[in-house]
């Protein structure tokens, strides 16, 4: 079974958001590029179906995925820091995206809480 690499609607519109990221919100080229790696975890995780799909089931077998994930340098378990900002990049780009037109009825902010952790995981 064959997947696809990329989806071009959402190429471009996470394009739109690191550009909006950078210029407006002025954050950093390292968030930036940190924001970058975290959607580019999603789509892969989502087989890059189209943003406007997202619901709180992909929500929770994303932050599932990513509890599982080894890191690559040391092969231990992804660190709960690490979870942590992966979870908030992609729930900061869905909430921005959220506001796009065509997405307001799409995205529900009910199903963006599901991107994090528990309060215990969050006082690790």
Do not use: C
């Not at 550009?19 to 975890?41: C, F, M, N, Y």
């Not at 799909?53 to 599982?68: E, H, P, S, V």
């Amino acid at each position: 079974m064959s997947h696809t690499s990329t989806n071009p609607k959402n190429d471009r519109l996470k394009r739109e958001y690191l550009i909006w990221l950078g210029q407006a919100k002025q954050r950093s080229p390292a968030t930036v590029e940190q924001a970058r790696h975290a959607i580019d975890r999603w789509e892969t995780y989502t087989h890059f179906k189209d943003f406007g799909t997202f619901n709180r089931d992909q929500a929770i077998g994303f932050k599932q995925k990513l509890a599982a994930t080894h890191a690559k340098r040391s092969g231990r378990p992804m660190s709960l820091a690490t979870v942590h900002h992966a979870l908030q990049a992609i729930k900061d780009f869905l909430g921005w995206l959220q506001a796009q037109p065509g997405f307001r009825r799409k995205i529900l902010s009910t199903d963006l809480a599901y991107l994090t952790l528990t309060k215990g995981e969050e006082r690790q």
